[in-house]
């Protein structure tokens, strides 16, 4: 529904530690439909320091085939 901000297909909570690198899969994840022009990622950084710098790279959404 796009609409709606309230349509969340996962909502995952990843601890971060300064200046370690992290990697975070999610290879269950289905979408109802292939159309995928309405995707929104939202990242939520709330409730760190004030000038907290976060560097977001290589994001892969990848079609999987069904089994």
Known sequence: DTASDDNFLIVK??????????????PSVK????????LKLVFDFGGNPANTTVKISNIILQKHKEK
């Open 13 to 26: 909570n990843v601890d971060l530690t300064a200046g370690e690198a992290k990697v975070v899969k999610m």
């Open 31 to 38: 979408c109802a439909k292939s159309d995928m022009t309405a």
